[in-house]
């Protein structure tokens, strides 16, 4: 059930309204050494989290007439210079492609080089009308490779990051293609070329958890479609946790980070601030790092104490499940004072027995329904508790949705049951 993935590693504010991106960033003292740390000096890691830094929270919904104008023709054809620089590629272009669609399917990863004409080709030349998202780092382009496989292209400032990455870089980019999952966003390649940095991704198509849940889309999550969800982004997060080769924290898991298919399918995107977890076998507890995250997500142990767990992801899961089960923003400043951390206020209703009152007013009140408010809730308490040794694991999240699934679809009628759940009948399977 679980596939496999690694990534890299800084503070986010509000949810974005676009997936690759976070809308501002937040960023707390740093403290960078521990005892039982992971090196900070490894050259591997200094690499990606200086690439890291230079994609992640950074893409935005674009400003009206903020788009810079490329010139851009109806032709796919790359201008000149890209023309050139393929030609020259094996010297100053880098970069690895791996794609599960059509006719990439079976290649093995990093086995199939990016140019930038091909980039130009996939953008027509970086065209303002592809662009999907911007923000302080960079721009984001929906692109269509040669093979037909439509994606999303990350596109750093050229004033972000100047510095050759070296051979090292190369070696992690290549671990991140190897690792995937199905409630992940596919990594396909990364590619240098002189001054550009470029970052390609699966593009999913159905916007974000946030948007859904802010009803930008045409129809209302239902219950039984938020659980699926919750699912799904549990599996992704215990697959990140326990099943790569070295464990990985997300640091930002949230609800503009949630991307979903036409079949509501989740997928976990914005892998910018993720960081390798403390190496157990060799002693280590955890990570000691500058915290990095998003505002109403951040787990309050490691903002007091800069180290760094799974434990961590949890707690940020359990805000993504009050969201889920209210429909409200992690902080809601314009809402009465007692209300505006949302997972506080939903904690206490659910402590004093007025759970009930938290329930997204979108959603039909019925048995079912509360059922599964009632267990939403008090699972989200346990990921919330104020020390991270309280906290249950991804994988027994995991376990105990799956269970709170089951006796919801026990409990429902027929024909109350989520209209959605026949759609992703093929790809949501009880194991």
């Given at each position: 059930?679980?596939?496999?993935?690694?990534?890299?590693?800084?503070?986010?504010?509000?949810?974005?309204?676009?997936?690759?991106?976070?809308?501002?960033?937040?960023?707390a003292a740093s403290s960078t050494v521990s005892s039982k740390s992971r090196s900070g000096n490894n050259p591997v890691a200094v690499a990606v989290r200086s690439i890291a830094d230079a994609f992640s929270g950074?893409?935005?919904?674009?400003?009206?007439?903020?788009?810079?104008?490329?010139?851009?023709?109806?032709?796919?054809?790359?201008?000149?210079?890209?023309?050139?620089?393929?030609?020259?590629?094996?010297?100053?272009?880098?970069?690895?492609?791996?794609?599960?669609?059509?006719?990439?399917?079976?290649?093995?990863?990093?086995?199939?080089?990016?140019?930038?004409?091909?980039?130009?080709?996939?953008?027509?030349?970086?065209?303002?009308?592809?662009?999907?998202?911007?923000?302080?780092?960079?721009?984001?382009?929906?692109?269509?490779?040669?093979?037909?496989?439509?994606?999303?292209?990350?596109?750093?400032?050229?004033?972000?990051?100047?510095?050759?990455?070296?051979?090292?870089?190369?070696?992690?980019?290549?671990?991140?293609?190897?690792?995937?999952?199905?409630?992940?966003?596919?990594?396909?390649?990364?590619?240098?070329?002189?001054?550009?940095?470029?970052?390609?991704?699966?593009?999913?198509?159905?916007?974000?958890?946030?948007?859904?849940?802010?009803?930008?889309?045409?129809?209302?999550?239902?219950?039984?479609?938020?659980?699926?969800?919750?699912?799904?982004?549990?599996?992704?997060?215990?697959?990140?946790?326990?099943?790569?080769?070295?464990?990985?924290?997300?640091?930002?898991?949230?609800?503009?980070?949630?991307?979903?298919?036409?079949?509501?399918?989740?997928?976990?995107?914005?892998?910018?601030?993720?960081?390798?977890?403390?190496?157990?076998?060799?002693?280590?507890?955890?990570?000691?790092?500058?915290?990095?995250?998003?505002?109403?997500?951040?787990?309050?142990?490691?903002?007091?104490?800069?180290?760094?767990?799974?434990?961590?992801?949890?707690?940020?899961?359990?805000?993504?499940?009050?969201?889920l089960i209210t429909g409200r923003r992690p902080i809601e400043p314009k809402r009465e004072l007692m209300e505006r951390i949302t997972a506080r206020w939903a904690m206490k209703k659910f402590t004093e027995g007025?759970?009930?009152?938290?329930?997204?007013?979108?959603?039909?009140?019925?048995?079912?329904?509360?059922?599964?408010?009632?267990?939403?809730?008090?699972l989200a308490l346990q990921c919330l508790a104020p020390h991270r040794r309280s906290r249950p694991s991804m994988r027994r999240c995991a376990e105990i949705l799956w269970g709170i699934r089951k006796d919801y679809?026990?409990?429902?009628?027929?024909?109350?049951?989520?209209?959605?759940?026949?759609?992703?009948?093929?790809?949501?399977?009880?194991?």
């Amino acid at each position: 059930m679980f596939g496999r993935r690694t990534p890299n590693a800084d503070v986010r504010s509000t949810p974005d309204r676009f997936a690759f991106s976070p809308s501002s960033t937040y960023s707390a003292a740093s403290s960078t050494v521990s005892s039982k740390s992971r090196s900070g000096n490894n050259p591997v890691a200094v690499a990606v989290r200086s690439i890291a830094d230079a994609f992640s929270g950074c893409f935005m919904p674009p400003e009206p007439d903020a788009s810079k104008s490329y010139g851009v023709s109806g032709d796919l054809r790359a201008p000149s210079v890209a023309s050139k620089a393929s030609r020259n590629s094996s010297e100053r272009t880098r970069g690895i492609y791996v794609s599960s669609y059509n006719s990439m399917q079976d290649r093995e990863p990093g086995s199939v080089t990016f140019t930038m004409e091909e980039i130009y080709a996939a953008t027509r030349n970086f065209s303002p009308s592809f662009k999907i998202g911007q923000g302080g780092f960079g721009t984001v382009y929906k692109g269509r490779l040669a093979d037909g496989t439509v994606v999303a292209v990350k596109r750093a400032k050229k004033s972000v990051y100047d510095k050759h990455l070296g051979v090292e870089f190369q070696s992690e980019i290549r671990t991140l293609a190897r690792v995937e999952h199905l409630n992940l966003v596919k990594f396909y390649g990364f590619l240098e070329h002189e001054d550009e940095r470029i970052v390609v991704v699966e593009y999913v198509p159905n916007g974000t958890l946030r948007e859904h849940l802010d009803c930008m889309h045409s129809s209302i999550l239902d219950v039984a479609a938020r659980l699926d969800i919750a699912i799904d982004v549990a599996h992704a997060v215990t697959y990140l946790h326990v099943y790569t080769d070295h464990p990985i924290i997300h640091r930002d898991i949230k609800s503009s980070n949630i991307l979903l298919t036409e079949n509501f399918r989740a997928k976990v995107a914005d892998f910018g601030f993720a960081r390798l977890a403390a190496d157990t076998d060799s002693g280590e507890t955890h990570v000691s790092t500058q915290v990095k995250g998003t505002a109403g997500y951040l787990d309050p142990e490691y903002l007091r104490t800069y180290q760094l767990t799974e434990k961590s992801d949890v707690y940020s899961f359990g805000v993504l499940l009050v969201e889920l089960i209210t429909g409200r923003r992690p902080i809601e400043p314009k809402r009465e004072l007692m209300e505006r951390i949302t997972a506080r206020w939903a904690m206490k209703k659910f402590t004093e027995g007025d759970a009930i009152t938290t329930l997204d007013p979108r959603l039909e009140r019925t048995d079912p329904t509360n059922f599964v408010l009632e267990k939403i809730l008090e699972l989200a308490l346990q990921c919330l508790a104020p020390h991270r040794r309280s906290r249950p694991s991804m994988r027994r999240c995991a376990e105990i949705l799956w269970g709170i699934r089951k006796d919801y679809r026990e409990l429902s009628p027929p024909d109350f049951r989520s209209s959605s759940r026949s759609e992703r009948s093929t790809s949501v399977r009880e194991e």
